[in-house]
């Protein structure tokens, strides 16, 4: 190889030949050497191309990119949520995905120059499929004319389902969609007597599938009408071991419910009687126990509740009604008679001394167990017991009883007081249901008008009411079910 200085002017004949092909030759150009070559130029890492946002169900994968320029070579940190994850690549990939791999991607680019982040890319996992299922199914309601109705269901799956009320006016045979009835509820219009039996249901219906719900009737009562009763419930008397009946009958909208009720303390209280809600009530072979409690109904509908009036059931002791009794002033004795059951004929069957002169009217407890006679002109009560076979009377222990005034006896229907007529008013007395003796009740005589004549009790034994001839009237009085 020949090199020339082509600055210099060479003679001819003046060469310089490289015999082993390579010479160097200095000091051309003058005589100076050449300069170094410029450093390379390092450009800092941009993104072109950010990672993108991305919703996937369980399990499926997930994978994120970046495209990035800039010198050579680049670094790639990915993380998730702030911390570090994945390797050093333009792609980050989750084969399968949990719930917990959802959050906020990002990616640092960097080489020698610096370094660049990249915008944030979310992850949204949604849990994996599955068909809709209900929770709550809709239920039947029931309303008033022209009151609305709302049927509720919930449904779960995944995606959550979308829902589609749907209704049937054939009994079920077809359903329709209802226009814009797509949340967890219905509700009607206001409801008609001809929408009764109108059914209705629900489809949820997701990516895996579509359910539907039970369906739910409406029932359309016409306005309601409170109960009242067309048949009030009858007082009753028969012989102890006998059937007893009682019966009501009412009206209301909707049909009322009924329930019979027992009260043994005259009224004051009253309790339920398992079972007994038909029109009718029976009570079977009826015990004396039974004798004086009373017995009522009550009518319920959603329009309101009412009871019926009380019926007293009267239990008379075996042979009760057998026997009759005849007060005689003249000597101051009872006779007594049997009674025949078939002609009512009396028949003699002796007498007893009642006591004192001015004896008045026999009165007989219901159960037939004891009979009171008034001793007028000594203001007393004298008391027997009475034989079940023959009707004879025995003088009750500490016979006879001072009352503070002679008049007539009256024996209340539950047995359990006896109320004598007396100058001012009415004198009370509790009797002994074991013996028939007499107490009297505190604050007794209770007054009344001018000259009473007579003493009355209603049959339910909660009234008491006195005849006042000078003063022409009637005093009235209320009875306490516990003292008289």
Same mark, same amino acid.
């Given at each position: 190889m020949?090199?020339?200085?082509?600055?210099?002017?060479?003679?001819?004949?003046?060469?310089?030949?490289?015999?082993?092909?390579?010479?160097?030759?200095?000091?051309?150009?003058?005589g +100076?050497?050449?300069?170094?070559?410029?450093?390379?130029?390092?450009?800092?890492?941009?993104?072109? $191309?950010?990672?993108?946002?991305l919703?996937?169900?369980?399990?499926?994968?997930?994978?994120?990119?970046?495209t990035?320029?800039?010198t050579?070579?680049?670094?790639?940190?990915?993380?998730?949520?702030?911390a570090?994850?994945?390797?050093?690549?333009?792609?980050?990939?989750?084969? $399968?995905?949990?719930?917990?791999?959802?959050?906020?991607?990002?990616?640092?680019?960097?080489?020698?120059? +610096?370094?660049?982040?990249?915008?944030?890319?979310?992850?949204?996992?949604?849990?994996?499929?599955?068909?809709?299922?209900? $929770?709550?199914?809709p239920?039947?309601?029931?309303?008033?004319?022209?009151?609305?109705?709302?049927?509720?269901?919930?449904?779960?799956?995944?995606?959550?389902?979308?829902?589609?009320?749907?209704?049937s006016?054939?009994?079920?045979?077809?359903?329709?969609?209802?226009?814009? /009835?797509?949340?967890?509820?219905?509700?009607?219009?206001?409801?008609?007597?001809? =929408?009764?039996?109108?059914?209705?249901?629900v489809?949820?219906?997701?990516?895996?599938?579509?359910?539907?719900?039970?369906?739910?009737?409406?029932?359309?009562?016409?306005?309601?009408?409170?109960?009242?009763?067309?048949?009030?419930?009858?007082?009753?008397?028969i012989?102890?071991?006998?059937?007893?009946?009682?019966?009501?009958?009412?009206?209301?909208?909707?049909?009322?419910?009924?329930?019979?009720?027992?009260?043994? *303390?005259?009224?004051t209280?009253?309790?339920?009687?398992?079972?007994?809600?038909?029109?009718?009530?029976n009570?079977?072979?009826?015990?004396?126990?039974?004798?004086?409690?009373?017995?009522?109904?009550?009518?319920?509908?959603?329009?309101?509740?009412?009871?019926?009036?009380?019926?007293?059931?009267?239990?008379?002791?075996?042979?009760?009604?057998r026997?009759?009794?005849?007060?005689?002033?003249? *000597?101051?004795?009872?006779?007594?008679?049997?009674?025949?059951?078939?002609?009512?004929?009396?028949?003699?069957?002796?007498?007893?001394?009642?006591?004192?002169?001015?004896?008045?009217?026999?009165a007989?407890?219901?159960?037939?167990?004891?009979?009171?006679?008034?001793?007028?002109?000594? =203001?007393?009560?004298?008391?027997?017991?009475?034989?079940?076979?023959?009707?004879?009377?025995?003088?009750?222990?500490g016979?006879?009883?001072?009352?503070?005034?002679?008049?007539?006896? $009256?024996?209340d229907?539950?047995?359990?007081?006896?109320?004598?007529?007396?100058?001012?008013?009415?004198?009370?007395?509790?009797?002994?249901?074991?013996?028939?003796?007499?107490?009297?009740?505190?604050?007794?005589?209770?007054?009344?008008?001018?000259t009473?004549?007579?003493?009355?009790? =209603?049959?339910?034994?909660?009234?008491?009411?006195? /005849?006042?001839?000078?003063?022409?009237?009637?005093?009235?009085?209320?009875?306490?079910?516990?003292?008289?």
């Amino acid at each position: 190889m020949f090199l020339f200085c082509p600055a210099q002017v060479l003679h001819r004949s003046a060469f310089l030949v490289a015999l082993m092909g390579l010479a160097l030759l200095e000091g051309c150009a003058g005589g +100076g050497s050449n300069p170094p070559p410029a450093p390379p130029v390092v450009v800092a890492p941009a993104i072109s $191309t950010q990672p993108s946002s991305l919703t996937v169900t369980v399990p499926q994968p997930a994978s994120f990119s970046v495209t990035a320029s800039g010198t050579a070579p680049l670094q790639y940190q990915w993380q998730k949520n702030g911390a570090n994850v994945g390797t050093n690549a333009t792609i980050y990939s989750l084969t $399968t995905t949990a719930a917990s791999d959802g959050g906020s991607y990002t990616v640092t680019v960097s080489n020698a120059a +610096g370094s660049v982040t990249s915008q944030a890319a979310l992850l949204t996992v949604d849990p994996a499929l599955a068909a809709p299922t209900f $929770t709550t199914h809709p239920v039947s309601v029931a309303v008033v004319a022209p009151d609305t109705a709302t049927f509720t269901a919930v449904a779960t799956g995944s995606p959550s389902p979308s829902l589609q009320w749907q209704l049937s006016i054939n009994a079920g045979i077809s359903f329709a969609d209802i226009a814009g /009835a797509t949340g967890g509820s219905y509700t009607t219009g206001p409801a008609a007597t001809g =929408d009764s039996g109108r059914q209705y249901r629900v489809i949820a219906t997701n990516g895996s599938g579509a359910t539907t719900s039970t369906v739910a009737t409406l029932t359309v009562n016409t306005a309601g009408v409170a109960p009242v009763f067309t048949t009030q419930p009858a007082n009753v008397t028969i012989t102890e071991g006998q059937n007893a009946q009682f019966l009501v009958a009412g009206s209301g909208t909707p049909t009322p419910t009924l329930q019979w009720q027992l009260s043994t *303390d005259n009224g004051t209280t009253w309790s339920n009687l398992t079972g007994a809600t038909s029109a009718v009530l029976n009570v079977v072979n009826a015990a004396l126990f039974n004798h004086g409690r009373q017995f009522r109904a009550v009518a319920t509908n959603g329009s309101g509740s009412v009871h019926s009036q009380a019926a007293v059931l009267t239990v008379l002791a075996a042979g009760v009604g057998r026997f009759a009794y005849v007060a005689n002033s003249n *000597d101051n004795t009872v006779s007594i008679y049997t009674v025949d059951a078939v002609t009512g004929q009396l028949r003699h069957n002796g007498y007893v001394a009642a006591g004192f002169n001015g004896v008045g009217p026999v009165a007989v407890d219901p159960l037939g167990k004891f009979a009171y006679v008034p001793n007028a002109t000594v =203001d007393s009560v004298s008391a027997f017991t009475i034989h079940p076979a023959t009707g004879a009377l025995t003088a009750v222990a500490g016979s006879p009883f001072a009352t503070g005034a002679g008049g007539p006896v $009256t024996v209340d229907p539950s047995g359990k007081f006896a109320y004598v007529l007396s100058t001012g008013g009415v004198s009370v007395f509790t009797i002994n249901a074991i013996s028939g003796a007499l107490t009297a009740v505190a604050g007794s005589p209770f007054a009344a008008g001018a000259t009473p004549v007579s003493v009355s009790l =209603d049959p339910t034994g909660k009234f008491v009411y006195v /005849a006042n001839a000078n003063s022409s009237n009637v005093s009235a009085f209320s009875i306490n079910a516990t003292s008289g």
